[in-house]
């Protein structure tokens, strides 16, 4: 065989949305755009069914000097001046925590650049990673290429977060095998919407820090959609203050993306912020990081970061990126509001919501094939997950919605029934 032994069976993901998005370019061609419901692209539309970026980012992005542009960034760990700005935004009023601890930040090709470089460097193959059992499918992809098995955390008991599940899992693998990698994806998880209370992440890092008495404990929190949790800037970040002063034996690494903060998807930006109350800790990972991304992707492209920076150390550029954001997140608010409200008025179940890009309505792998089936055949769209259908209140309108909520209660009623 010709390609490697770790990649001959690797996992493909259930839904591809490209192939389901390029079926929908043609029934808009047939039908027009009013007849399609588009709820599958994890990125911002407008009301007007646009992809957008923030005019404050598009402008910022096109004042940036060629030098800024097109050369090289200055080192494979990104600018001192983007670390700083990262860490900051990242941390936000909670930095005052970490006073004592030693934070480690890396520039990486978006938030999939700073999970690989977790994976890679944290991991070897054979090794067990904890993912939630309704997940971001690409994560089985990272597992699965560096040879890592997947065990999956039960994310919910009826209406509530599973912490019990979670945590007896965390323990177990610590006792078995000495070595716990945990992935959440946190806040306003993908595909789900849910983020864990402080009450809940209190749960979580206690295990983590019972697992750390058998063995080396990773957390990595991708936090991916940081910024439009429904809760607020200061909320979104509270648990982050529990990472501060863990065992020496337990590395914390949040995985930051500019593409859904800053909407700039395909800049390809991100960061790794690496906590630890161990200074050796953070010396190897930035030196691990460093190798890993010379390895991969040499540097970062140097106008997305200095873009981030100028957004965030310039007040009034910063002042308009909330006011832009804070509009989004209205329509997002929006959109939820209305999709839960016609779903419990017609029946139809979903996933605990708490904020964000999307939700799940849970069904079991055939009915969601023959529902994603018979949801085209009216001209609608909706990405199949495993164990469901994701919701992306991104995408679509909120005039769109409530019949969205119908399609998709009468389709599951018509392919149960059959
Ligand atoms: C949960 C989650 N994590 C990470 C990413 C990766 O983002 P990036 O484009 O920065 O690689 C995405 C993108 O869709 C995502 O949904």
């Known amino acids: 065989m ?54 404050v980012v598009n402008e910022t992005y096109k004042n940036l000097s060629s030098v800024d542009l097109f050369s090289y960034a200055a080192s494979i760990t990104g600018p001192n001046d983007y670390r700083e700005s990262v860490k900051k935004h990242v941390l936000g009023d909670h930095i005052e925590y ?7 930040v890396v520039a990486t090709v978006g938030g999939s650049g700073a999970i690989s470089n ?42 509530q977060f599973f912490v019990n599940d979670l945590v007896g899992r965390i323990i177990k693998i610590a006792q078995q095998h000495h070595k716990v ?15 864990l209370s402080f009450e809940e992440w209190e749960q979580v890092v206690q295990a983590l820090k019972v697992a750390a008495q058998y063995g080396d404990v990773i957390l990595l929190d991708d936090v991916a959609y940081l910024d439009y949790d429904f809760r607020g800037h200061s909320e979104a970040r509270r648990h982050f203050r529990l990472l501060a002063h863990l065992p020496e034996n337990i590395l914390s690494v949040i995985a930051f993306s500019i593409s859904k903060s800053l909407t700039c998807y395909g800049l390809r930006v991100g960061a790794e912020i690496a906590i630890s109350s ?39 550029l910063f002042a308009k990126l909330k006011t832009e954001r804070d509009r989004i997140i209205a329509i997002l608010k929006e959109r939820a509001k209305i999709f839960l409200e016609e779903a419990k008025n017609i029946g139809l179940y979903h996933l605990p919501f708490r904020g964000g890009f999307f939700l799940t309505v849970p ?3 055939e ?13 609608v769209f909706v990405l199949p997950i495993e164990g469901g259908l994701r919701i992306a209140l991104c995408s679509a309108p909120t005039r769109k919605l409530r019949l969205l909520a119908q399609h998709i209660r009468d389709s599951i009623e018509k392919c149960q029934s059959r």
């Open 118 to 159: 977790v994976i890679k460097g944290y991991t070897d193959p054979g090794q067990t990673i904890l993912l939630p059992n309704y997940v971001w499918e690409p994560y089985k992809i990272f597992a699965q290429s560096n040879g890592l098995n997947c065990e999956f955390y039960t994310l919910f008991d009826g209406d």
């Open 2 to 55: 010709l390609i490697s032994q770790r990649l001959k069976d690797v996992y493909m993901p259930t839904g591809d949305a490209f192939s389901l998005m390029s079926d929908l370019r043609i029934t808009e061609k047939t039908y027009g755009r009013d007849a399609v419901i588009e709820s599958v692209l994890g990125c911002f539309l407008d009301e007007d069914e646009n992809l957008i970026s923030m005019d």
């Open 98 to 104: 970490f006073a004592n601890s030693h934070i480690g």
């Open 278 to 316: 161990s200074k050796k800790v953070i010396d190897d990972f930035n030196r691990v990081s460093s190798v890993l991304g010379r390895s991969t992707w040499s540097t970062v492209p140097r106008g997305g970061m200095d873009l981030f920076v100028k957004l965030h150390e310039d007040e009034n």
């Open 181 to 195: 990698i945990l992935m959440i994806n946190d806040p306003c998880q993908n595909p789900t919407g849910y983020s």
């Open 367 to 379: 009915l969601t094939k023959a529902v994603v089936q018979d949801l085209k055949r009216k001209n």
């Open 363 to 365: 069904m079991w792998p």
